[in-house]
């Protein structure tokens, strides 16, 4: 299968600080990645859909200016956590489709904001 | 009502047991349909994927569609205590290339040796 990888996976900050999480496809090219936000025992949740040369879109409820997208190649998409804060702290995950039904996801981002 | 509806469990079983998970949809222009597991604290690994109504075979899983009853289902034969895990359902029209999946909230697995 095709492989995605983010980095880091594992990142804790101080609150007020910006986080910046990098999520790639290695064998495949891919104009559209999608972040999620998962937290403990809760299903994936959508924050936004990254686009290769245009910008992100963002799912109803999610601040634009908090969660900022960068796609800036055909294999990485970028998620910033600006100014973060505790109740950001989750589990950060990227997924980048092969076609128009496959995903493939990344191994996840764990965000700890003190 | 959501539009894919998964019973989120947890369901447990005894290792060597056939499990079955499932997922029920509303929206029939739904075309593909994947099965993913996700380990606690990993990212979610596409396990298989059918195309439309019918079954698919792979190793111990198999993936079986019934469109006209929009229900979905995933067995897994002679389970496994590594088997334990969340299982996703997610579903595509597949019309264009990066759509949204549609994933259903996920079923917990726990397989006891």
């Known amino acids: 299968g095709a492989v995605v990888s983010q980095h880091p996976s594992w990142v804790i900050c101080k609150s007020g600080t910006s986080v910046k999480i990098e999520c790639r496809s290695l064998d495949f090219q891919a104009t559209t990645m999608f972040w999620y936000r998962q937290f403990p025992k809760q299903s994936l949740m959508l924050m936004a859909t990254s686009n290769e040369g245009s910008k992100a879109t963002y799912e109803q409820g999610v601040e634009k200016d908090k969660f900022l997208i960068n796609h800036a190649s055909l294999t990485l998409s970028t998620l910033t956590v600006t100014s973060a804060h505790p109740e950001d702290s989750s589990f950060y995950i990227c997924?980048?489709?092969?076609?128009?039904?496959?995903?493939?996801f990344g191994p996840g981002t764990r965000l700890t904001v003190t | 009502q959501k539009e894919v509806e998964q019973d989120p469990g947890p369901l447990s079983v005894p290792e060597g047991a056939i499990v079955s998970l499932n997922c029920t949809y509303s929206?029939?222009?739904?075309?593909?349909f994947m099965w993913y597991r996700q380990y606690s604290r990993k990212g979610p690994e596409l396990l298989m994927y059918t195309y439309s109504s019918g079954n698919k075979e792979d190793g111990r899983f198999t993936a079986q569609v019934d469109k006209s009853s929009k229900y979905i289902s995933l067995f897994i034969r002679d389970s496994q205590p590594s088997d334990s895990a969340t299982y996703l359902c997610?579903?595509?029209?597949?019309?264009?290339?990066?759509?949204?999946?549609?994933f259903g909230a996920g079923t917990i697995l726990r397989v006891k040796s």
């Open positions: 997610a579903m595509s029209d597949g019309v264009e290339y990066g759509n949204k999946l549609v």
């Open positions: 997924s980048a489709p092969l076609n128009s039904y496959e995903q493939y």
């Open positions: 929206n029939s222009a739904f075309q593909y």
